[in-house]
């Protein structure tokens, strides 16, 4: 062997250690603890150093969904489902005039890039993606442009301290992420 394919061959092994380490480093900044009946994962936002909860949802035997509203207030609780290997990312937060608002966490217009959801600065909640800033007192209410796909209180079923989604509406969703 002569000298220069012991380099190309010490280059090549250097290349997959870089690899490796940013591969083991953006996986240890993806933590996942366990909840008695929800699983919360905590995501690393690394251009602010935030960091920001979301409790994965699972539908019950008869295909719903039930989140536990008592804790939503005006700081969003962020939801994840997996439908089939997909993600898709919901969320939740209380409006000005105390009801609560819901969410697909992507961008009507941006989705489906990696970077199409929103990040809640104060009371407004900002596309990642493009920058649209939109108003939390507008969660769930507008359809089209560059905000987020609502769940309006027609989609869903309001009870005592739960909202009930159906499983069947979260996924019909899924082409969106």
Known sequence: MNKKNIIMIIAII??????????????SDNKTTSNSNNTVVTQKNSS???????????????G???????NIGSK?????????GTTIRLFAVKASDG???????????????????????GKNFICQNCGNSFSTDNIGKERGGC?????????????????TLTKQFIEGYKDNF
């Open 64 to 70: 719903n969904i039930v989140i536990d509203t008592t």
């Open 76 to 84: 969003a609780s962020f939801y994840t489902y997996d439908a089939e």
């Open 99 to 121: 009801t609560i608002r819901m969410a697909f966490n992507t961008c009507q217009v941006c989705n489906p890039s990696p970077k199409a959801y929103f990040v809640q600065s």
């Open 48 to 62: 602010n150093n935030t960091e920001s909860k979301a409790t994965n949802l699972e539908a019950d035997e008869s």
């Open 14 to 27: 250097v290349v997959a250690i870089a690899i490796g380490i940013i591969i083991f480093r953006k996986n």
């Open 147 to 163: 905000n987020p796909i609502p769940i309006t209180t027609d989609e869903r079923i309001d009870g005592d301290n739960t909202i």
